[in-house]
């Protein structure tokens, strides 16, 4: 089963307000992935972390989407200024490095809707 | 570029029958393909793995030969039960880009009594 733990498991904005989640990786994983699952239940890759380094970001994310894994403490997805089409299920995955570790672990995530 | 594609959206089958998912893919790269499945309001689970061509995977009584040859992947199981009730998604993932997952559209699968 997973640890990856992440928190809000949900959260209501309204628009334009800031809204922010948390992940906490699974131990021993250095690589961080933040995926959005839409309301049709498609996934789409946002932003990606080995240690505490962006490794690749969509272009969405380089607009209102901030995102961090800082040393020593939870990673975490921040949109700036939210909007409707923001509403979504945000997946946190945890993996290792190396061929081996080519499988993620997702986290419950968290429900954005943005009013 | 690298994509996945399932092509049934909905499944309903009855209690104790076969199914099979369909799973193909396109990329120019080694892959590493696997299985989700998604219960309501769960996170998605890593049911089954490979990149090893022509090797059959199983886990928890669902099955899948990854096939170079004609780059599928597809997930079978020889008796569903109710508990196999669940969205299921075919996902690709590629070293030369980070092992980023794409996810194909996913399959909602149905069991009935």
């Known amino acids: 089963n997973s640890k990856v733990i992440q928190t809000p498991r949900y959260l209501v904005k309204g628009q334009g307000q800031k809204a922010k989640m948390r992940c906490i990786p699974e131990?021993?994983?250095?690589?961080v992935f933040w995926y959005q699952q839409n309301k049709n239940n498609e996934f789409k890759f946002l932003i990606n972390?080995?240690?505490?380094?962006?490794?690749?970001q969509i272009d969405m994310t380089e607009k209102r989407f901030s995102a961090e894994c800082p040393s020593n403490s939870p990673c975490s997805l921040e949109i700036q200024s939210s909007e409707a089409g923001d509403s979504a299920l945000y997946l946190c995955?945890?993996?290792?490095?190396?061929?081996?570790?080519?499988?993620?672990?997702f986290g419950p995530g968290t429900r954005l809707t943005v009013l | 570029g690298d994509s996945v594609t399932q092509t049934e959206g909905l499944v309903t089958l009855t209690k104790g029958l076969p199914v099979m998912l369909n799973c193909t893919y396109q990329?120019?790269?080694?892959?590493?393909l696997f299985w989700y499945v998604q219960h309501l309001n769960e996170a998605p689970k890593l049911l089954l793995k490979?990149?090893?061509?022509?090797k059959r995977t199983e886990h928890q009584g669902f099955y899948a030969t990854l096939h170079k040859s004609s780059s599928s992947f597809h997930l079978q199981k020889s008796s569903v039960q109710l508990s196999d009730s669940a969205l299921y998604f075919c996902?690709?993932?590629?070293?030369?880009?980070?092992?980023?997952?794409?996810f194909g559209s996913g399959t909602k699968l149905t069991v009935e009594p």
């Open positions: 995955a945890s993996t290792g490095t190396g061929r081996t570790y080519a499988e993620q672990f």
């Open positions: 131990k021993g994983h250095p690589v």
């Open positions: 972390f080995q240690n505490q380094e962006v490794l690749q």
């Open positions: 990329t120019t790269y080694s892959p590493f």
């Open positions: 490979s990149s090893t061509d022509n």
């Open positions: 996902a690709l993932s590629v070293m030369s880009n980070y092992n980023v997952l794409y």
